[in-house]
């Protein structure tokens, strides 16, 4: 059994960042003023090697991943000397809109509400767990700050297109973890996040052969003709399991009106909320691929990207038990949700740690020009966070993946 932190602790770390909200406001337009979309690779480094100084700041070994197309993955890590469990720290630098954005969409703070690009996904999750940490050190009254054994902050350049440099550092790194945090924004709602789809990203190429259109089409295969049956076929799963979804996102092929269209690609996407439905769904995806209703025509697929499921287990739904007390404790009403879009906690909770997502401030309207953040979330979704990281901390040393801690 662990304990949560106490009212002294609590107050002490509310009034700290409410002390240094101007700081995280400044520290927020800083960030999202460098624009940083996923491939726009001096941005994100731009981003990640700001967040590097400040944890290197903190006491962190920084390592650095390079990459020579995308940005760069930054892992920070903290070890005390004595025994304790493990906590990942997760979020990303990278953000969807392109260079040229932000001068249409710039940085704005009107009231409670601040806009631009980015600002919620997730460079205000970036700033909460640099912050709560910050606040962690500075009212801990001791040299020996660190709430758990070990701790390991990584900055993700890349998860906007899904992680694909990034996934196996993080799943590398997960192995040894006992609890992932990862620092999304809260829903809208204000809710937190304890369970997310597993995605699977296709991309079929069908092959088939031309010929005029007019003249003699009995000559020609159609590819297009083949992606129309294939594209019928992969809907028509929509429904078999509760919970999954596929969709055909993108369907091109042929030339010209004249010809029996040799060539055709489509995209697929695969959303599962459990994993034995996600490898069913994606069976049977394959399955529809590899078969052709157009004679003579053949298709290869390709492989995108692929997400395990982010699944509620016990574990996480203790940790999500003790997020709502904390939250009660700082006088607010907690909930968790289940949403469709992916994220890090994929990775995390696909190799068995227990996760909790969504921790960043209250926010929506991700990847639109009414990308926002609630001012008023920050210090308490913050305060929220570092009490966590202390809860955790105080689990029985040398925690096992799988065990997370009550919510006392």
Avoid: C
């Avoid at 690009?117 to 962690?136: F, H, I, N, T």
């Avoid at 269209?261 to 959303?271: L, P």
């Avoid at 190799?351 to 920050?378: F, K, M």
């Amino acid at each position: 059994m662990t304990s949560r932190p106490g009212p002294t602790t609590l107050r002490a770390l509310r009034h700290e960042l409410e002390r240094r909200l101007p700081d995280y406001l400044a520290d927020l337009e800083t960030l999202v003023v460098i624009e940083s979309g996923s491939y726009t690779k001096p941005g994100v480094d731009q981003v990640a090697g700001w967040m590097a100084g400040r944890l290197e700041a903190l006491g962190a070994t920084i390592e650095r991943y390079p990459n020579m197309d995308l940005g760069d993955t930054i892992v920070a890590t903290w070890a005390r000397s004595s025994a304790g469990p493990t906590l990942m720290l997760i979020g990303h630098s990278d953000t969807v809109f392109e260079v040229g954005y932000l001068a249409r969409r710039p940085f704005e703070i009107h009231g409670d509400t601040i806009r631009g690009p980015g600002v919620s996904d997730m460079k205000g999750g970036l700033l909460a767990g640099l912050y709560a940490l910050e606040a962690l050190r500075a009212t801990a009254g001791t040299t020996d700050w660190l709430p758990v054994g070990r701790l390991v902050f990584v900055v993700n350049p890349d998860e906007e297109i899904g992680s694909p440099a990034s996934t196996p550092i993080i799943a590398d790194l997960a192995q040894r973890a006992d609890v992932a945090f990862v620092l999304e924004a809260a829903r809208a709602n204000g809710d937190i996040v304890s369970a997310r789809k597993g995605m699977m990203h296709l991309q079929a190429s069908i092959h088939g052969r031309s010929a005029h259109a007019g003249v003699e089409p009995e000559k020609g295969r159609s590819a297009v003709l083949e992606a129309a049956h294939k594209t019928v076929a992969l809907h028509a799963l929509n429904g078999r399991w509760d919970g999954v979804t596929v969709n055909v996102g993108a369907l091109r092929g042929g030339t010209r009106p004249n010809i029996v269209a040799e060539e055709a690609m489509m995209t697929i996407d695969v959303r599962a909320r459990l994993a034995t439905e996600q490898a069913e769904a994606e069976a049977a995806v394959r399955g529809i691929l590899e078969r052709s209703t157009v004679p003579d025509v053949h298709t290869d697929v390709k492989l995108l990207a692929h997400s395990h499921p982010m699944e509620k287990t016990e574990a996480a739904g203790r940790l999500v038990d003790l997020a709502v007390a904390i939250a009660a404790d700082l006088g607010f009403a907690l909930s968790d949700a289940e949403t469709g879009g992916g994220s890090d906690a994929n990775t995390t909770a696909g190799v068995g740690v227990p996760s909790l997502d969504g921790l960043g401030p209250v926010g929506g309207n991700d990847h639109s020009p009414l990308e926002y953040i609630e001012v008023a979330s920050i210090v308490p979704r913050t305060t929220l966070l570092a009490a966590l990281m202390l809860s955790v901390g105080s689990a029985v040393a040398g925690g096992r993946k799988g065990d997370a801690p009550d919510a006392g």
